[in-house]
């Protein structure tokens, strides 16, 4: 095991806020295997690497010896976290819940050693508490002191309502790290003061109190909105190596630092290097960029489907040729062909008017070659069997259906 001073080091790598960093420096000193808690609402079935920041986080607090407690929100999806909301959030469904549960772990254990993992329910503890229990457990806290959080208050000025049950959520959660012994608990930066809850009712609780690890948002490909699927900005988990690949090379180069730091396995001190040498100018952005992607690439697939991604992304990208693996779809096709309705039938775009849009900017090619603008309709002979391509990385083969 690293020293503490080591350790330290790459724990604070990409990290936003440590509080309060003397406790840590001391549970780190003492040298016993630190349990270091995550607690997830399952809401949605698929992840992205924005959600796999504090999984990686985590996977480093394994490397250096330490244990992962991965707590599976699944009492707390039935109230629904309200951090960051200007609305309350609608709880789940107990299928809903559990379905996306599954999913989240075969996910995440992508990422994490199933063998350091404590995987544990909220459940376990949470819904086996009686009224008079749940009684004890808001003694412990202020309306006043709940109304220090950031989404309450700013609700609570604009006349804004929040349901009772949304203030019960900090103490649950506050509660789980009672429950698991947390002695550090990750979170986003929308967290911290449900982190701090933690911390407040442990010590309270007679118990030697978390210390609160949270970690930056993460953007999205288009390097100004938080990665999202709302925004269409996202790298899945689950993306095809070509596409995920493609994707982490269309980033700005500017946010490579902080890809490297919060989505890969890549040391910190190389990080370093790596970082250094982008300031002066000593290694290029581009041949950084692929380092990037296969590292990104082989974490959720392998090194040789990292390589064909790349060499894929080449033939694309670099040298302008048309992948080999076009999907074929059946699609009826009048003897001319309106080629807006055509992209949307082909999914390639959402909508007539985003066809008509991509067209008229020249992001749209019928085997390899700019439909012009305003150029809407094509015989169907000129259609069918063609390669259509929307922007950089969008292809659909057409066929008479």
């Known amino acids: 095991m690293l020293s503490a001073v080591d350790q330290l080091h790459v ?3 990409g990290v936003a806020d440590l509080v309060p960093l003397a406790d840590l420096e001391r549970k780190l000193a003492a040298g016993t295997p630190l349990r270091v808690k995550l607690g997830v609402d399952p809401t949605a079935p698929d992840l992205h690497l924005g959600h796999a920041v504090p999984l990686r986080k985590l996977r480093q607090f394994q490397d250096l010896g330490h244990t992962v407690v991965l707590i599976i929100g699944d009492f707390t ?6 951090s960051g909301r200007n609305t309350t959030r609608p709880p789940l469904s107990v299928d809903q819940i559990n379905e996306n549960a599954g999913t989240y772990v075969e996910q995440a254990f992508k990422i994490l050693d199933c063998d350091k993992t404590e995987l544990r329910h909220n459940s376990e503890w ?6 008079a229990d749940i009684l004890r457990l808001t ?3 202020t309306v006043a002191r709940i109304l220090e959080r950031d989404d309450f208050s700013k609700r609570y000025a604009a006349q804004q309502p929040i349901s009772l049950h949304e203030f019960l959520y900090p103490l649950a959660q506050a509660y789980d790290s009672v429950a698991v012994r947390a002695d550090i608990e990750l979170g986003g930066t929308d967290q911290l003061f449900n982190l701090l809850a933690g911390r407040e009712l442990m010590e309270k609780s007679g118990m030697d109190p978390q210390c609160a690890l949270t970690l930056p948002l993460l953007e999205g490909t288009d390097g100004v909105q938080k990665m999202s699927k709302s925004y269409g900005n996202y790298i899945g988990l689950t993306d ?3 596409d995920m690949f493609g994707k982490v090379m269309s980033i700005p180069d500017g946010l490579m630092p902080k890809y490297f730091r919060l989505c890969t396995l890549v040391p910190v001190d190389d990080i370093e290097k790596i970082e250094a040498g982008l300031a002066s100018g000593s290694q290029h952005p581009n041949l950084v960029k692929r380092q990037l992607g296969r590292e990104i690439v082989s974490l959720y697939h392998d090194t040789e489907a990292a390589g064909r991604a790349e060499e894929a992304f080449d033939r694309v990208f670099k040298q302008h040729e048309i992948p080999g693996d076009v999907v074929e779809i059946p699609v009826v096709m009048d003897a001319v062909v309106y080629v807006p309705g055509l992209l949307v039938e082909l999914g390639l775009v959402t909508s007539a008017s985003e066809g008509r849009r991509m067209i008229d900017q020249g992001g749209v090619r019928m085997d390899g070659v700019v439909i012009a603008p305003l ?7 000129r259609v069918a069997g063609s390669v259509l391509q929307v ?3 969008r292809f659909a083969r057409p066929i008479q259906g």
């Not at 999806?77 to 309200?82: C, E």
């Not at 949470?126 to 009224?131: D, P, V, Y």
């Not at 150029?375 to 002979?381: F, G, L, P």
């Open 11 to 13: 724990i604070q790598s």
């Open 77 to 82: 999806a039935l109230i629904g976290d309200p």
């Open 126 to 131: 949470l819904a086996s508490l009686g009224f």
């Open 139 to 141: 003694s412990q806290f």
């Open 240 to 242: 095809e190596p070509e």
């Open 375 to 381: 150029q809407y309709e094509c015989v169907r002979a």
């Open 391 to 393: 922007g950089k990385r």
